[in-house]
């Protein structure tokens, strides 16, 4: 079973940030929080990884709390190609042979 | 970057014909792969463990001799649907991890079973 809790759906301004929350009350010492995204009818597309520190790159920004159990995926200036499902997942480091089990995600809808 | 590339991308099969799904790693040897399988408007839900050199891990409630995964090298993994039947159509996505970088994703099939 997944590990995390998103809410379905949800809308936000093309231009604006996109605020994505993740709980993840149960994550251990030793799982990172990872984020992907699913545009319509493609495979999940990694956008970005983190343990307890926050974490930025080119596509997003990463908030994970100090208690590590919520995150938040902010895009900053979303556009209409970030319409997608976004999955919050925690697994154990980057262990090959660990396999990534998928909640229900968020699907984001950008609006012109 | 690693890519995962799967082939083909759609199908079409009649009823009670198998088909066969291919997954490579094009730039890495991935000794674990992993299928997903995917209903319209719902999340990817782990199918099986592919594993490089001996027999594929399922998961419960999943037909092993029905998804038969054979991954005969560090490259390809392939699905075979067996008898496919209206029911398994689907959108079927594998994965692997190359060496300390995060899991990538082929482009998906969609199976169409009539």
């Known amino acids: 079973d997944a590990k995390t809790t998103q809410p379905t759906s949800m809308d936000c301004a093309e231009g604006r940030a996109a605020n994505l929350p993740c709980n993840h009350s149960?994550?251990?010492?030793?799982?990172?929080v990872y984020w992907y995204r699913q545009i319509h009818s493609q495979g999940p597309q990694y956008i970005i990884h983190?343990?307890?520190n926050n974490e930025t790159n080119e596509m997003a920004s990463l908030i994970i709390t100090e208690d590590r159990k919520s995150s938040t995926l902010i895009l900053p200036h979303a556009t209409l190609r970030d319409t997608a499902v976004y999955y919050c997942i925690v697994r154990v480091g980057m262990n090959r042979d660990d396999k990534i089990i998928f909640g229900k995600g968020t699907r984001l809808h950008i609006l012109p | 970057g690693a890519v995962v590339s799967q082939h083909p991308s759609w199908v079409i099969c009649k009823s009670g014909t198998s088909v066969k799904i291919e997954c490579r790693s094009l730039d890495f040897q991935a000794t674990t792969m992993f299928w997903y399988r995917q209903f319209p408007k719902q999340s990817l839900m782990l199918m099986a463990t592919s594993n490089e050199g001996s027999k594929a891990t399922y998961e419960q409630g999943v037909e092993k001799d029905k998804f038969l995964i054979n991954h005969a090298s560090l490259t390809l993994s392939t699905l075979t649907v067996t008898s496919a039947h209206p029911e398994d159509s689907s959108f079927y996505i594998c994965?692997?991890?190359?060496?300390?970088?995060?899991?990538?994703f082929g482009q998906g099939t969609r199976l169409t079973v009539v």
């Open positions: 149960t994550i251990s010492g030793n799982e990172y």
């Open positions: 994965s692997a991890l190359p060496p300390l970088t995060e899991a990538f």
């Open positions: 983190g343990l307890k």
